[in-house]
């Protein structure tokens, strides 16, 4: 159990999925989480389901939190960050879950003796099969990282990687839960043409991609190979395949994940426009 205090800035959805796992998984208890917000209603839905404890404003919570959530949105980070500041515990571990925020950012902001680490969990987390990256800068110890880490994985996985990878996370894991959601309308709409109702279509089609991805994390098999054991000779998986090959299928998932990896590299330049943050930051192992 972790019994130290971790604090939330934003009641928004990841807060919801990340404190529905801790509390699930028997991490910590309702009293040791705090939330600040500035929507009442927000928070009073916390304190309602969770029984968690709600901080008059985000300065009081990092006067009393050992983990500290910055959960809120990149435009809105750096004054929320900079109006904390002068309150922070000593020895706060600081987490971030806003993209575009590199390490060396949030250190020109909280300082570079800050224990700081930089996270990107997906929508997947609300129904606890998140998939999170995680990697910290070099004041992190790696008993504060393992605990971090004991936290993404209470709603669904997480790896730690090196933050000069986490624009491909961002492109494969962080944003790709919307390809998935096109991919499975498409395949429903094909199922309503054929006369399937809409309702029964959403099911088979969603229950279709969810078992598909269970088969490749849980056998190890390559998904190309998954594919072959489906395409009998002269059948109908393999007529599906050709057609979808010849509409540039592949092609077209490869350029949209690049696409997603461009602008995500764009939005933290734009940010904070040095290139040396991957150097600069470590990977806790």
């Known amino acids: 159990m972790i019994i130290k205090k971790i604090g939330f800035i934003g009641a928004g959805n990841m807060s919801y999925a ?11 208890l309702p009293e040791n989480i705090v939330v600040s917000n500035r929507s009442p209603q927000k928070l009073e839905r916390f304190q309602k389901e969770f029984g968690i404890t709600v901080a008059k404003d985000s300065k009081e919570l990092a006067r009393q939190v050992d983990f500290l959530v910055m959960a809120v949105k990149p435009n809105v980070f750096d004054e929320v960050a900079k109006d904390i500041l002068p309150d922070l515990k000593k020895d706060v571990v600081i987490i971030s879950i806003a993209a575009g925020k590199s390490i060396e950012a949030m250190e020109t902001i909280f300082g570079k003796d800050k ?3 930089r996270t990107m969990p997906n929508t997947p ?3 606890n099969e998140g998939m999170s990256a995680l990697c910290s800068n070099e004041n992190v110890t790696g008993d504060e990282m393992s605990e971090v880490e004991q936290i993404f994985n209470s709603f669904g996985k997480s790896q730690r990687v090196s933050e000069s ?3 491909s996370v961002i492109g494969v894991a962080g944003s790709s839960p919307a390809y998935v959601f096109m ?7 094909a199922a309503v043409v054929s006369g399937m109702p809409r309702d029964q279509a959403y099911a088979f089609a969603s229950q279709a991609v969810y078992g598909a991805a269970k088969l ?3 056998t190890g098999i390559h998904p190309g190979e998954l594919k072959d054991m489906v395409c009998s000779p002269g059948g109908t998986t393999i007529e599906a395949v050709v057609a979808l090959e010849k509409n540039g299928f592949r092609g077209a998932v490869i350029e949209g994940v690049n696409a997603c990896i461009a602008k995500s590299i764009a939005m933290e330049n734009n940010d904070f426009t040095s290139k040396t943050t991957a150097k600069k930051s470590s990977f806790k192992t």
């Open 125 to 127: 987390s609300l129904a």
């Open 216 to 218: 490749v994390m849980e």
């Open 183 to 189: 991919f499975i309308e498409a395949m429903a709409d």
């Open 115 to 117: 224990k700081i680490v």
């Open 18 to 28: 990340i404190i529905g796992g801790l509390l699930k998984a028997k991490l910590t």
């Open 165 to 167: 990878m986490f624009h």
